[in-house]
């Protein structure tokens, strides 16, 4: 009898101990994510660029070839190339992919037929459209791209030059931990993102993985939908998911803040509060109606915008340095996280996230421009 007692008290021991490691892991985790929260939400007002490289290349045309237009990270990209552009002496051309297979490839080729002095592949995967690119390599046009890949730097496979984006794991890694945070490690997570894009694709299962480590924590629903189409999709996706998983539906995880533009009249209808849940988070790429929805509690409460106009710059930067051949900058814009609370800093004022540490004038310094 005794022995039997023996061995109960043990089993209970063994489970309270596993239950307590349990609650260890758990507590270590979610301390993790606030610690990641925090330095992300930091305002971002040194410069950690280069400081170095060639001076100016001879004044020419180059096309920015971007994948939609109605993508708000794109058109400040494109902005930002044609700030700089002017800034170094080129002439910048802006293409239209119009968010099609079929428009990308002509706005490719139309760039190609213009003979630029190099090409910017804006907002689209290199996989996508292979026959351009291995053209632009023959032609010896140098092709340099943003989010074209979901890794910085060269990609000699693709004939790409760099691609300037910031660590697509960081990115997913902060903007899951805030939903992580936010919930106290319980959040029950819908994660939208488009296939059609390995970037996309390789960011959204980056955010589930984080989901999946919070034992608390629950992705009730991977959604791929197209996201030039959301504006027709997203009204009755929204409706539909409120319909199957209630207020189990904590917070909302997206590849970009396009995604949450057509779902508040859904959520409104359902009788959602604009600052209760689902709380939606962004993983890119900070647009100016994000940034309203954030500052007036409506529907989106965080995104980890990209510095599209400093990526711009770049941009610039790294082609500066294609024609002079030699290696891309290296540089990795650090992560940063835009939430109510620091809304207004960053260029927060200005809808954007534009950091404030004269990125302009070290970029004009390195080329030799006053």
């Not at 390599?137 to 890949?149: E, I, M, N, Q």
């Not at 997913?172 to 488009?194: E, H, L």
């Not at 930067?317 to 992560?335: H, I, Q, T």
């Not at 207004?344 to 540490?357: T, Y």
């Amino acid at each position: 009898m005794k022995t039997v007692r023996t061995r109960i008290t043990t089993a209970v021991i063994a489970l309270c101990t596993a239950g307590l490691a349990g609650h260890a892991l758990a507590d270590d985790f979610l301390d993790a994510a606030k610690q990641k929260v925090a330095v992300a939400t930091m305002s971002q007002e040194k410069w950690d660029g280069p400081t170095t490289g060639p001076k100016a290349a001879a004044g020419g045309t180059i096309v920015f070839v971007a994948g939609d237009m109605k993508n708000g990270g794109i058109v400040g990209v494109s902005k930002g190339v044609e700030e700089a552009g002017k800034a170094i002496g080129w002439n910048v051309r802006v293409i239209d992919g119009q968010g099609s297979v079929s428009g990308r490839t002509a706005a490719l080729n139309q760039a190609l037929a213009l003979k630029p002095a190099g090409i910017v592949v804006g907002g689209f995967d290199t996989t996508e459209q292979k026959v351009a690119f291995e053209n632009a390599a023959k032609s010896g046009v140098p092709l340099v791209g943003w989010h074209s890949g979901e890794k910085p730097g060269p990609n000699e496979k693709a004939s790409l030059y760099a691609n300037v984006t910031t660590v697509t794991d960081d990115v997913a890694d902060v903007a899951a931990s805030w939903a992580v945070v936010d919930s106290g490690g319980k959040a029950g997570v819908v994660i939208f993102t488009d296939s059609q894009y390995a970037i996309a694709l390789y960011k959204a299962k980056a955010m589930e993985a984080v989901i999946k480590k919070c034992g608390g924590c629950t992705v009730l629903s991977f959604e791929d939908s197209p996201i030039s189409e959301s504006s027709t999709r997203m009204p009755q996706l929204t409706t539909s998911l409120l319909q199957r998983f209630g207020d189990k539906w904590t917070h909302s995880l997206a590849i970009n803040d396009l995604y949450f533009d057509f779902m508040g009249p859904s959520l409104s209808a359902a009788g959602k509060k604009g600052d209760g849940g689902p709380k939606a988070v962004s993983a890119g790429d900070g647009s100016e109606a994000a940034y309203q929805r954030i500052r007036s509690k409506r529907f989106q409460a965080g995104t980890v915008p990209e510095p599209l106009n400093m990526q711009g710059w770049q941009v610039v930067d790294e082609l500066n340095r294609a024609f002079n051949k030699v290696a891309w900058s290296g540089y990795n814009p650090k992560v940063h996280l835009v939430t109510v609370e620091n809304v207004g800093k960053d260029g927060g004022p200005k809808n954007i996230f534009d950091p404030d540490n004269g990125y302009r004038d070290q970029y004009k310094r390195i080329w030799g421009k006053p």
